[in-house]
Nanobody, 111 residues
Framework: QLVESGGGLVQPGGSLRLSCKASGIIFSNYAMSWYRQAPGKQRELVARVTSSTHYADSVKGRFTISRDNVKSTVYLQMDSLKPEDTAVYYC?????????WGQGTQVTVSS
């Protein structure tokens, strides 16, 4: 089970930190990712962390993904937020054929 938290309403230029707590899996085995889906658009990969990190070009330099294997939690620190970052953000855990999703958390960037 993956449970996201930390979404909300923020002004442009502001920051938010998303968290995703995992349970029922061997967390350290899994690649952990954040995806997002804006209204009318396809779900897209935002960032992924394994032993290294990968970011979508649109968030490089603004977002930081990190994981705490002791707490079985992955984080997404989002800085310099823009209105185009508005979306539902989903946590994903993937290992071989095992693929789990959280329920999503809404992030709205608006003045």
């Amino acid at each position: 089970q993956l449970v996201e938290s930390g979404g909300g309403l923020v002004q442009p230029g502001g920051s938010l930190r998303l968290s995703c707590k995992a349970s029922g899996i061997i967390f350290s085995n899994y690649a952990m990712s954040w995806y997002r889906q804006a209204p009318g658009k396809q779900r897209e990969l935002v960032a992924r962390v394994t032993s290294s990190t990968h970011y979508a070009d649109s968030v490089k330099g603004r977002f930081t993904i990190s994981r705490d294997n002791v707490k079985s939690t992955v984080y997404l620190q989002m800085d310099s937020l823009k209105p185009e970052d508005t979306a539902v953000y989903y946590c994903n855990a993937q290992w071989w054929s095992y693929d789990y999703w959280g329920q999503g958390t809404q992030v709205t960037v608006s003045s």
